[in-house]
Nanobody, 121 residues
Framework: QVQLVESGGGLVQAGGSLRLSCAVS????????MGWYRQAPGKQRELVAH???????WYRESVKGRFTISRDNAKNTMYLQTNSLKPEDTGVYYC???????????????WGQGTQVTVSS
């Protein structure tokens, strides 16, 4: 059983930054691609960014240049550095495998609690 625990969210003003963390109970070495997802109230969950075991990254256009995804295999942890935050970035942020989007080779894991990011104007 693998558990995902997100943390680091909070309330910030537009232009602020947050560093989100995703702690995985097991090794992430076996996961080729992991990603960050977010969900705003009343909206579908969307993939924000992902990173492969080889270090390649992808970002949705709206966050490109502002967010940075990374992973620390030794600590079984993934991060999302969010800079220049905008009100439209508000939502609950979750981590999981890319498989949750239907694109990755890995099984989608059980969703964690997520961490709330709120950006005020």
């Amino acid at each position: 059983q693998v558990q995902l625990v997100e943390s680091g969210g909070g309330l910030v003003q537009a232009g602020g930054s947050l560093r989100l963390s995703c702690a995985v109970s097991g090794s992430i070495l076996s996961i080729n691609a992991m990603g960050w997802y977010r969900q705003a109230p009343g909206k579908q969950r969307e993939l924000v960014a992902h990173i492969t075991s080889g270090g390649s990254t992808w970002y949705r256009e709206s966050v490109k240049g502002r967010f940075t995804i990374s992973r620390d295999n030794a600590k079984n942890t993934m991060y999302l550095q969010t800079n220049s935050l905008k009100p439209e970035d508000t939502g609950v942020y979750y981590c999981n495998t890319l498989g949750c989007s239907g694109l990755g080779r890995n099984q989608c894991l059980d969703w964690g609690q997520g961490t709330q990011v709120t950006v005020s104007s």
